[in-house]
């Protein structure tokens, strides 16, 4: 059989041979819109296998919600028993991951591309999502291992490669390599680019574009930088070099109180501005509803007709619900394996928590600010669909979110935007900490322990490079090593149904301690 190490270099090897070949657009297909049908495949299979999960567990996002939160707030923490982190903790790492520049410039660019109605999609992505969350953490601490110093070590590959047999360790190693690239781009890259991105945005505004920390200095044809984002990319690597290089305890105790910190504020702020538009409220649900499932062509028609424009909406959607909550990826199982807990299903209980919190609430939160105070006319969907002779500056990402802010906090404060630029920092930073832990499983699952301090040297780097890089196509790589990530995860959780289904079944039928309630 071959070794893991050996399958990684293969791995590896592949990806960089087929990128040079073919460039990002091969990996891109995986979210495109095959021949046979409309439908891509990664949308067929995300939502098919949280279909099955919910239907084969008796919804579990419904039945067991109230348990999750009950246990996420210590009510069963047992010091006795084994793991990391506890189950705040643990949470509180997978939702810093999951909730960061998704939820702010990710439901932008759902809207900016797919309208009003992606955000619909969002919604059904997190719902069947949360059933995916139970099951793919509830698996990951069920087959986790301990390495020689008593770390915990768990996730998809090692859910595979325990739960399904050795002879699936090439689909273990598929996952982990695409967990590693992952944590380069969309938890590493993208993360610092968008931070640096609005921090650049802020300076510019106060000293303009031609102070000697903001003028761009051309060093080639195609890439040119500034002095303010070389500051930023030094600030942002020291802050987050500082907690990385603790491990995982400094990330979780970090990680602990910078999530709800951050949350709180995003969330107050964004209900601020619901309650100053409350009239709007009610309408801006229906536009979400209707362009869910009807959304307007383009003005001067579009090939393949309305169809095609509603996959569009959808897709959009459904993109942007993955990378916000990261349901059915295989990330957050990482995080949730660390959990000190005997019962694996607890744990899961506690996981499928998150796209209630990341999706449901804080995305919907964002969503309606940039529907309700009109941010969202200033949108590609919104001239090209609506009206062509909107006059308007087109913003996306957290620009978008960012005007929306300034022109819903007005009554307030004149300076809603910058909360954008606080809630920016603040995710961005604790995205990054917390993907770096989750390229460190994957990293030691493919090559060992002593692997992981160059890990995580070249992935302080890249948080250095991100934010001064151009990102466009780290944007579609990212995407497209997502989808390639979630498949050998989604496969690990449907053949593992039946096992899944008895240890919900045996967790249920005891009657458990508690300790704190």
């Not at 084969?56 to 419904?62: D, S």
């Not at 598929?174 to 938890?187: L, R």
């Not at 968008?194 to 890439?223: M, P």
């Amino acid at each position: 059989m071959i070794s893991k190490k050996t399958g990684a270099i293969v791995f590896f090897g592949t990806v960089i041979i087929l990128l040079s070949l073919f460039g990002v657009s091969f990996f891109e297909a995986i979210w495109s819109f095959p021949r046979f049908s409309l439908v891509p495949l990664m949308v067929v299979a995300l939502l098919g296998t949280g279909i099955f999960t919910t239907i084969n567990l008796g919804f579990p996002q419904i039945k067991y919600l109230k348990h999750g939160i009950r246990v996420t707030r210590g009510d069963y923490d047992d010091p006795n028993e084994a793991g990391d982190l506890n189950h705040f903790q643990a949470l509180t790492t997978a939702l810093s991951a999951t909730v960061g520049i998704g939820n702010i410039a990710g439901v932008a660019t759902a809207i900016y591309y797919g309208g009003p109605g992606a955000l619909f999609w969002m919604w059904i992505t997190a719902f069947f999502g949360s059933a995916l969350k139970f099951a793919e953490c509830t698996l990951a601490v069920e087959y986790r291992d301990f390495d020689k110093s008593g770390m915990t070590a768990g996730g998809p590959m090692y859910t595979i490669e325990k739960g399904l047999g050795k002879q699936w360790r090439w689909l273990a190693i598929i996952f982990a390599g695409f967990a590693v690239i992952c944590s380069f781009a969309t938890g590493n890259a993208i993360q610092s680019f968008t931070l640096s991105d609005q921090l650049y945005s802020e300076v510019s505004q106060l000293v303009g574009t031609e102070h000697f920390l903001t003028i761009k200095h051309q060093l080639t044809d195609w890439y040119s930088v500034s002095v303010q984002q070389v500051i930023n990319g030094l600030f942002i690597t020291v802050v987050a070099a500082l907690v990385i290089l603790g491990g995982i305890k400094r990330i979780g105790s970090v990680t602990s109180y910078l999530a709800p910190f951050m949350a709180a504020i995003y969330v107050i702020s964004a209900v601020l501005i619901l309650l100053a538009n409350i009239t709007k409220v009610p309408a801006s649900f229906g536009m979400i509803i209707s362009m869910a499932f009807n959304p307007p062509a383009a003005i001067g028609g579009v090939a393949g007709g309305t169809l095609i424009v509603f996959m569009n909406t959808l897709l959009w959607g459904v993109k942007r619900g993955l990378y916000s909550n990261e349901a059915g990826q295989g990330s957050a199982p990482i995080a949730h394996s660390t959990a000190k807990t005997d019962y694996p299903v607890r744990e899961g209980v506690v996981a499928l928590l998150e796209p209630f919190i990341d999706t449901i609430i804080i995305c919907t939160l964002t969503g309606l600010t940039i529907i309700s105070t009109g941010a969202w006319q200033h949108t590609e969907f919104y001239v090209s669909r609506i009206d062509p002779n909107f006059a308007g500056e087109i913003l996306n990402g957290s620009l978008l979110t960012s005007l929306a802010f300034k022109q819903g906090l007005s009554w307030i404060i004149p300076f809603g935007d910058k909360i954008i630029t606080l809630g920016v920092l603040l995710f961005a930073i604790s995205t990054v900490i917390s993907w770096s832990f989750y390229g460190d499983r994957a990293t030691e699952y493919l090559f060992g322990e002593k692997a992981i301090p160059i890990y995580r040297a070249f992935y302080i780097t890249f948080v250095f490079i991100g934010a001064i890089a151009t990102l466009e196509a780290m944007w579609a790589f990212g995407d497209a090593a997502l989808g390639f990530m979630t498949f050998p995860n989604l496969i690990s959780i449907v053949l593992l149904s039946g096992t899944l289904k008895k240890m919900t079944k045996d967790y249920f039928d005891i009657d458990h301690k508690t300790y704190n309630g």
